[in-house]
């Protein structure tokens, strides 16, 4: 990363602190589309253009990440007596060699450590099946505590019935992504088949992270090629990998959605901060988390830009399936949503993401 000259009271130890927790935030595919450049008590939050992820819609994926990866960076500083302040940048985004200027985080000294970061290394995706047993109120209290309101809001699906609805939505939503040859090269360019493939480039899906049943990485392997998965597909193949994350539905204890009211890139980075926290949240309950993206993605580019955006039978399909989305959750009428996860209970995932050295998502300072 290049270098820029500023004097700071925040030491680069403590920077050094700061950004590797933010950098421990989730994102879509593992791409890390984030750099920070500390200039004395503020960093900028630069966002890597070049790292986002191609079918992202509005920056939304993007700014779910970013937004997490800020969440983080204030709850580490409550650890080291300090409190952030943000600024969201607003377009045109300036350009700096290292991204674009996103936001600034402002640090003062005082404020009371949040017990949420100390869940932040523990927190990971977790793509087994979990027990069916619906949550009850007191398990999801903690979440619902930890939206502090503003313009994002979090409405669930615990019933059994409700969630065999919800099933067949991700179904069908998801079966667009294994139909469409740019969303099918955009999968397999960002799965590692190996530990050793994804050290190469610290990103990406390692492909035990995925919890694929027996001979399911081979598979994966052999329909890489666009040709093969559109040959298996003429004998339903779509619709086996879709019925996975629809019997992901069906074996958890809740399903969340995460809604705005402000559909805007400040709105989406705030999506961002109150989803860590509700993550965060739930990983100190000793709850599993998966989240599932694509399907509010889906949506929000069906209601932007329109069905002629997606191919005729897929922009076809979303519109079928919106009245059934829009009724289980009522709720959410008038609001956008940003992400839909599962939570449950279950046993610990088989891998962990790896994630980029501090050293190259820092733009340091010169001493
Ligand atoms: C915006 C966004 C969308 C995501 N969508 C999905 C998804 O649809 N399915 C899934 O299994 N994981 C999804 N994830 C989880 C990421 O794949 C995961 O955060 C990343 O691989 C890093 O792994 P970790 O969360 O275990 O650290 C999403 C994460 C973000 C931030």
Known sequence: MSTVASSARITMAQWRTLIEAAGQAPSPDNNQPWA????????EVLHCRARAIGSDVDDLFSWLAVGAAIENLCLAATRL????????MKRPFTETPDGERIATVEFSTGGQPDALAEWIPQRVTNRRFYKRQPLGDADLAPMIASVDGRCVHLDWL?????????????AAVDRIRFEHQPFHEEFHSVLRHSPAEEERTRDGLEVRTL????????????????RRMQLLNRFGM??????????????????????????????????G??????????????????PMGGIPLFFHKLSSQGSEAFLPEHGGVLESLLPEWRELFPAAAGRTGVMLFRIGRSGGPSARSIRKHVDDIIVKDVE
């Open 36 to 43: 920070f450049r500390p200039r004395g008590d503020a960093v």
């Open 81 to 88: 007596g300090l409190t952030g302040r943000v600024e969201y």
């Open 158 to 170: 615990t019933d059994l019935p409700q969630r065999k609805r919800l099933a067949r939505v991700v």
């Open 211 to 226: 919890e694929l049943p027996p001979f399911g990485a081979t598979l994966m392997r052999w329909v890489a090629p666009w």
């Open 238 to 271: 779509s619709r086996v990998f879709a019925g996975t994350s629809a019997k992901q539905v069906v074996c958890c204890g809740a399903v969340g959605l995460v809604s705005t009211t402000d559909v805007s890139d400040r709105g989406f980075l705030e999506g």
């Open 273 to 290: 901060r109150a989803f860590q926290r509700i993550w965060l949240a739930a990983t100190a309950a000793g709850l599993s988390f998966q």
